[in-house]
C-alpha cells in the first residue's frame, strides 16, 4: 500500500455513507471515533475513508478544516502500516469528538491507538 490518499480511497457515496451509520460499528481511541462498515467496491481499493469534524464543536470552517486537514495526514501515513493485510473491502468514517484544537502528533498517537483496536476487534 502506497503512502497515498487518491480520490478512489475517498469516500463519497451518500448512500455508503447513510448505510454506514445506519449498520456500522465503531471503535473509539479520544478523541477519535472510527464508524466502519465491510462492504464490497467495484473498484479495486481495499479501504475508502472519510472524515468529519462537528460544527458544534469548531464553529468556524478554518478551524474544522484544518482539523480534517491533520486527520487525512495522518490517516495517509499510517494506512500502509496498518491495513496492508487486509483482504476484504471496508468504509471507513473518522470522526473528531474532541472539544479542542489539536497538533498533529497528538492526532496521529490516537490514530496509531484507533487502527490498533480496530485490527485487533476484526481479527477476533
Do not use: C, H, W
Amino acid at each position: 500500500m502506497k503512502f497515498t490518499y487518491s480520490k478512489k480511497e475517498k469516500l463519497k457515496s451518500k448512500k455508503l455513507i447513510d448505510q454506514l451509520f445506519s449498520e456500522g460499528q465503531s471503535v473509539s481511541a479520544f478523541p477519535l471515533r472510527l464508524v466502519y462498515l465491510q462492504t464490497a467496491f467495484d473498484d479495486d481499493v481495499i479501504v475508502k475513508t472519510g472524515v468529519s469534524v462537528s460544527k458544534r464543536n469548531f464553529k468556524t470552517a478554518v478551524d474544522r478544516n484544518r482539523v480534517k486537514r491533520l486527520l487525512r495526514e495522518s490517516y495517509r501515513l499510517n494506512k500502509a502500516i496498518y491495513f496492508n493485510n487486509l483482504t476484504t473491502q471496508y468504509a471507513f468514517m473518522i470522526l473528531y469528538i474532541g472539544k479542542d484544537k489539536p497538533t498533529l502528533t497528538e492526532v496521529e498517537n490516537s490514530m496509531k491507538r484507533l487502527f490498533e483496536k480496530f485490527t485487533s476487534k476484526i481479527s477476533e
